[in-house]
């Protein structure tokens, strides 16, 4: 059974910056999409950004310009440096894996932006 892990939520102003962590078990985590989901309060389960296997990243345009996601395959970790964060970004921060007919999700990190 596939587990990721996120860590690195928390509390931040607005205007600040956070690094969210996903740590991936199972093997050939390279050859996986390996994306960010967020969910805010009364809202619907929405893709942050995602990058394939050949490292080419996708966004949302609301986080274009403000968050950046890499992946490290040594490590099975994918990470989101989020900066200029603002309040509408609270949400729980889901780490998703899809590929080969699956998907895995973690159990999410809470981001809360304080104005």
């Known amino acids: 059974q596939v587990q990721l892990v996120e860590s690195g939520g928390g509390l931040v102003q607005s205007g600040g910056s956070l690094r969210l962590s996903c740590v991936a078990s199972?093997?050939?985590?390279?050859?996986?999409?390996m994306g960010w989901y967020r969910q805010g309060p009364g809202k619907q389960r929405e893709l942050v950004a995602d990058?394939?296997?050949?490292?080419?990243?996708n966004y949302a345009d609301s986080v274009k310009g403000r968050f950046t996601i890499s992946r490290d395959n040594a490590k099975n970790t994918v990470y989101l440096q989020m900066n200029s964060l603002k309040p509408e970004d609270t949400a729980v921060y889901y780490c998703?894996?899809?590929?080969?007919?699956?998907?895995?999700w973690g159990k999410g990190t809470q981001v809360t932006v304080s104005s």
């Open positions: 998703n894996r899809k590929g080969w007919g699956t998907t895995y």
């Open positions: 199972g093997r050939s985590f390279s050859i996986y999409i």
């Open positions: 990058i394939n296997s050949g490292g080419n990243t």
